[in-house]
């Protein structure tokens, strides 16, 4: 299911980012981190969105080739993502890297009593 361009695959995933009340400052800063990772090799396979309507989180499904392992700076970069998961696909030598991103609505904290 890889979408053919940035900007359809961006537009896709900030509706549903945008439907899920985050911040303009967290999406715009989400959307400047795929798409620099995207810049550097991250190619978006899917993404599923958890807590609906409720949104709880979205996760984004990504494949980089072994060529574009500079995408990893960009992610690693971001403290939004709560959860970066890289597996190695290939046998027995990597053909390139999934990775699965967790973003979460950032909630206010409540004070401890």
């Known amino acids: 299911m890889e979408k053919s361009t940035f900007a359809e695959v961006e537009k896709q995933l900030l509706s549903h ?60 970069a971001n403290k939004l993502f709560k959860e970066i998961r890289i597996f190695r696909k290939g046998i027995p030598v990597p053909d390139f890297f999934q990775v699965d991103l967790t973003i979460e609505k950032i909630t206010e904290q409540m004070p401890k009593l």
């Open 17 to 76: 980012l945008s439907a899920a009340n985050l911040s303009v400052d967290h999406l715009s800063q989400v959307s400047g981190t795929i798409s620099k990772s995207y810049a550097a090799g991250l190619r978006i396979v899917d993404w599923w969105i958890y807590g609906i309507p409720a949104f709880e989180r979205i996760v984004v499904q990504g494949q980089i080739p072994l060529t574009g392992a500079g995408a990893f700076q960009e992610l690693f």
